[in-house]
Nanobody, 113 residues
Framework: QVRLVESGGGLVQAGGSLRLSCAAS????????MGWYRQAPGKQRELVAI???????NYAVSVKGRFTVSRDNPKNTIYLQMNSLKPEETAVYYC???????WGQGTQVTVSS
C-alpha cells in the first residue's frame, strides 16, 4: 500500500522558514512525480510544488523563489523548504502522488504575524 507521511509542520513567525518532509512507502520517489499541496481554512486544496521523476520542478507562482522542493531517493523522501513565509500561507500541507490521487494526512503550518 502506498503511504505518504508528512512531518515538519509547526508554528513559525512571518518571514521565517520551515522544512517539510514526506516519507513515502510503497512507491519510489525516483520513479514518480510527487508534489506538495496546501489547503487553507475555507479554501480549496492548491498545488504548491511538483518534482517529477526526472527531478524537474515546478511551483505555484505565489511561492516561486521562496520554496524549494527536493528529494532524497535513497531515503524515499521528498522535502519542501519554505522560506520567507507569509501569514496567508497558513494551511495544512499535503504530500501527494498527483497522478495516482494519493495523499498524505497533512501537516499543519501556521505562520503568525
Amino acid at each position: 500500500q502506498v503511504r505518504l507521511v508528512e512531518s515538519g509542520g509547526g508554528l513559525v513567525q512571518a518571514g521565517g522558514s520551515l522544512r517539510l518532509s514526506c516519507a513515502a512507502s510503497g512507491i519510489s520517489t525516483s520513479l514518480n512525480d510527487m508534489g506538495w499541496y496546501r489547503q487553507a481554512p475555507g479554501k480549496q486544496r492548491e498545488l504548491v510544488a511538483i518534482i517529477s521523476s526526472t527531478g524537474s520542478t515546478n511551483y505555484a507562482v505565489s511561492v516561486k523563489g521562496r520554496f524549494t522542493v527536493s528529494r532524497d531517493n535513497p531515503k524515499n523522501t521528498i522535502y519542501l523548504q519554505m522560506n520567507s513565509l507569509k501569514p496567508e500561507e497558513t494551511a495544512v500541507y499535503y504530500c501527494a502522488l498527483p497522478l495516482s490521487r494519493k495523499w498524505g494526512q497533512g501537516t499543519q503550518v501556521t505562520v503568525s504575524s
